[in-house]
């Protein structure tokens, strides 16, 4: 009896230690990845951060407002989807409303929001991403359509002729992942980089 109790406590243990060195195998293996590809490449790796001027100006993965201290608009600038995430763009509270869509709280929000456009960008077809916040309340592009809306007011603010800054929105949509996932879609601050550098 002891010794089937030995046979089987040894096969245990060379299991256990079989595993034990496959994690640690695993787990180097794992983490040299990681770090050969943060070597090759250190944009990504390093938060995918934008300069201008030079001084760090925000992330091509983050979102950030482009409004005056009450949260109003500022005209001269494309403005970013709207964001749920702490006080708006907090990535240390990434996250979507989770108001459904007949929440009264969303519904009120949408509506002021569509009264801001229509009173900044005219009437029109307003496109979903310029009203409501995404999933993880970071997303730092908008759909094409929300670009485009916003060319006049951008336009007139900053003295320049519609059709360069249309322009200007074209030069900046990037085609869906792999051609296929998803919508065009325009990173708000790498956009707005360029118009700046463009009224210089």
Avoid: C
Wanted: hydrophobic residues 40%.
């Amino acid at each position: 009896m002891s010794s089937v109790l030995t046979r089987s406590g040894v096969r245990t243990w060379t299991v256990a230690l079989r595993l034990l060195l496959l994690a640690t195998a695993a787990t180097i293996v794992y983490t040299l990845a990681v770090t050969l590809i943060g070597l090759a490449l250190p944009f990504q790796a390093n938060g995918s951060l934008v300069s201008s001027g030079g001084r760090v100006v925000g992330s091509a993965l983050i979102g950030q407002s482009f409004t005056d201290a009450k949260g109003n608009p500022l005209p001269q600038w494309f403005q970013s989807r709207p964001s749920a995430a702490g006080t708006g763009y907090d990535g240390g509270s990434s996250s979507g409303s989770n108001l459904g869509p007949d929440n009264p709280a969303l519904r009120k929000a949408i509506d002021q929001r569509k009264a801001v456009i229509r009173s900044t960008d005219g009437a029109g077809t307003i496109p979903a991403d310029a009203v409501t916040a995404s999933g993880s309340g970071l997303d730092p592009h908008i759909s094409e359509a929300y670009a485009l809306l916003q060319v006049d007011r951008v336009a007139a603010a900053r003295g320049l002729p519609a059709a360069t800054v249309r322009s200007l929105v074209e030069r900046h949509v990037q085609a869906p992942d792999l051609g296929y996932l998803g919508e065009p879609t325009v990173n708000v601050l790498q956009l707005n980089l360029a118009l700046e550098a463009l009224s210089r």
